[in-house]
């Protein structure tokens, strides 16, 4: 089975901070995303990466970065973590190619207070 | 400007009944759809998909149709358990971007005893 693991389920985090959330999959997947959860508003793209050290802007990158050192990690970073960054967090992976799906970390609810 | 739509919000199913989750999309370079399932405090589980070649795919109790000309695909789950009640949501992508996911809002469905 295909295991995409985050780092912290819940997190509190004071605005201003420096915020690191972390994945790792395990099934030597290409690609690797970070989506943000809302009410109403379903999963938006805030980056993705389709190799190691490349990266690619979503449809939300403001205010946040990532780094992909290695194929099986992938961090999301916010620089300044701010109120409205309070949200779900949600790491997939999946390989390359035609009809390939994409599969889910059990999510980050991240806090800023 | 939204690429993917649910436009029901929520659902309610009486158990053994049919269920049925409706998506619309807009972006005609979408091929691939997919559905998710998701349960309070984890990440989505993949639940089926269909290839634009096709109008129909069946797993189980799942089916999906998709209408390319009105640019619309449901999700049909006959009979409706319990079990099922979850927010499902609906995803697309396009062969030339990859292998990112456009994901709609999300149906809440409550399937009742």
């Known amino acids: 089975d295909v295991k995409v693991t985050q780092s912290s389920r819940y997190l509190v985090k004071r605005t201003g901070e420096k915020v690191f959330l972390e994945c790792v999959q395990d099934?030597?997947?290409?690609?690797m995303f970070w989506y943000r959860q809302d009410p109403g508003l379903g999963l938006r793209l805030i980056y993705f990466?389709?190799?190691?050290?490349?990266?690619e802007k979503g449809d939300i990158p403001e205010g946040y970065s990532v780094s992909r050192e290695k194929k099986e990690r992938f961090s999301l970073i916010l620089e300044s973590a701010s109120t409205n960054q309070t949200s779900m967090y949600l790491c997939?992976?999946?390989?390359?190619?035609?009809?390939?799906?994409?599969?889910f970390g059990q999510g980050t609810r991240l806090t800023v207070v | 400007d939204q690429q993917v739509k649910q436009n029901s919000p929520s659902l309610s199913v009486q158990e053994g009944r049919i269920s049925i989750l409706n998506c619309d999309y807009t972006n005609s370079m979408f091929d691939y759809f997919l559905w998710y399932k998701k349960y309070p405090a984890e990440g989505p589980t993949f639940l089926i998909s269909?290839?634009?070649?096709?109008d129909k795919n069946e797993d189980g109790r799942f089916t999906v149709f998709l209408n390319k000309s009105a640019k619309h695909l449901s999700l049909h789950i006959v009979p409706s358990q319990p079990g099922d009640s979850a927010v499902y949501f609906c995803a697309a992508s396009a062969r030339n971007a990859g292998n990112m996911l456009t994901f709609g809002g999300g149906t809440r469905l409550m399937v009742k005893p």
């Open positions: 997939a992976s999946s390989l390359t190619g035609e009809l390939a799906e994409a599969f």
């Open positions: 269909i290839s634009s070649i096709k």
């Open positions: 099934m030597d997947h290409e690609n």
């Open positions: 990466s389709y190799d190691v050290k490349m990266k």
